[in-house]
Every structure is written in C-alpha cells, then in structure tokens.
C-alpha cells in the first residue's frame, strides 16, 4: 500500500496570505489527523476528521481549519499567516476503528515557511 | 491533563553501545502508549506500541519498550545501538483521537 502523501513538501508564503494543505490517506483508513511541529512547541495536535466530520480538535485559534472528503482526502486551511506558523506539518492517517489505540501514520509534511 | 515528558533532550551514544531512553507519561487512565522515530525531513515512524497484556514490547529495528506502570514510564531501549539510529524520538500517550507528545530526544551516535 502507498503511504500517507501530503502535498506541496515545500511552501513559502508572507504575512496576511492564507495556505491549503492537502493529505492523502493510507487507501481504506478513514481518519486524518493533523499536527504542527515547531523547534519551541513540538509535535503539536490540530485536528482529526473521520468521514468528513470533525471529531476532535486541538488549541489552535480559529485561523486553523480543515475538511475531509468523501474519499478520505482531507486539507488543512491557515488563514492570515503569522511569522509562527512556520513549522512542519504532519498528517497521519488511521483505520480509526478505536480512537486511541489505533496507530497513526505519518506522511513526510509540508514544510511551511512564512516571510 | 495529559502529558508526556522525555527528560533527555540529546543524547550521545557509542556505536555498538546499548541505549535508553526515558518517557515519563501522565495519563488517568489506562494508557495507549507509542514510540516513533523522525529522522531529518522525514515524517514519524512508529517503532512500538503498548495498549495492554505483556508490559515488554518488541518493536522494529531491534528496538523494545518496557511499560512501568507504577513509576509511570515507557523507556524505549535498545541493546546494540546502529549509526543508522541517529534520529530523533517521540514518545506518545493517545488521548482519544489525538497524539499527546513530548519533546522528543535526539539520538546522536559516535563512531
């Protein structure tokens, strides 16, 4: 099986502009996850979504959005970048048939850079 | 709340020497545990995971995980530590759907 991709692996913007992310996941798994990374703060959780609805959501302001597709496909929005929201941004896909004890898996990110 | 703390930030091994890393969790009840691995520009790997039964997990590359639950830690080791390991290593509570990570350890391996 393909793994989790996730495109652009590279995206530069400035202040003000928004971004779209976007996830592919492990073909059958039905949730995607979202998670910032940054040198200060981590591995930060963002969102999940499960057929097409959210189902959990991380403490990020509202600038911070997603969706899911009906194939599974999910995309992340931030609008009105900040210089903070540079980081690295992981999805992670599973078959979500248990919540916590299912294994996510990781794509490579998309690393965001904001001038 | 949930947390998750790696008390190492860098670690220095010697190839060929054995290897401990320490994950201290807090979680109020039972915890799905889980070890992954990122190396530079890479997404995260899952090594190992603990959900319950045997507290010694064995996980890819070598590497195992020993569940305590009474000190409240998930240290990941491995007996005979690889160049190839030089990574950096995430240890994880799941907390319903999301991941709750600590800081991660990197790994560095002298020859």
């Known amino acids: 099986k393909a793994g989790v991709t996730q495109t652009p692996r590279y995206l530069i913007k400035t202040r003000g502009q928004q971004v779209t992310l976007s996830c592919s996941p492990i073909?059958?798994?039905?949730?995607v996850s979202w998670y910032q990374q940054t040198p200060g703060q981590g591995l930060q959780f963002l969102f999940e979504?499960?057929?097409?609805?959210?189902?959990n959501k991380g403490n990020f302001p509202g600038r911070f959005s997603g969706r899911q597709f009906s194939n599974s496909r999910s995309e992340m929005n931030v609008s009105t970048l900040e210089l903070g929201d540079s980081a690295l941004y992981l999805c992670?896909?599973?078959?979500?048939?248990?919540?916590?004890?299912?294994?996510?898996?990781f794509g490579p990110g998309t690393r965001l850079t904001v001038l | 709340a949930q947390s998750v703390t790696q008390p190492d930030i860098h670690i220095t091994v010697s190839e060929g020497a054995s290897l401990e890393l320490r994950c201290n969790y807090s979680?109020?009840?039972?915890?799905?545990l889980f070890w992954y691995v990122q190396s530079p520009g890479q997404g995260l790997q899952l090594l190992l995971k603990y959900f319950s039964g045997d507290t010694l997990v064995q996980g890819i590359k070598g590497f195992e995980a020993e569940f305590k639950r009474s000190q409240s830690s998930f240290n990941l080791r491995k007996p005979s530590v690889h160049w190839s390991d030089a990574a950096e290593y995430f240890c994880a509570v799941g907390a319903g759907t999301a991941l709750i990570f600590g800081k991660g350890t990197t790994l560095s391996v002298s020859s």
């Open positions: 992670a896909s599973s078959s979500a048939s248990g919540g916590a004890r299912d294994t996510q898996y």
């Open positions: 979504y499960f057929s097409e609805t959210q189902r």
């Open positions: 073909s059958g798994h039905r949730s």
């Open positions: 979680y109020g009840a039972t915890p799905y």
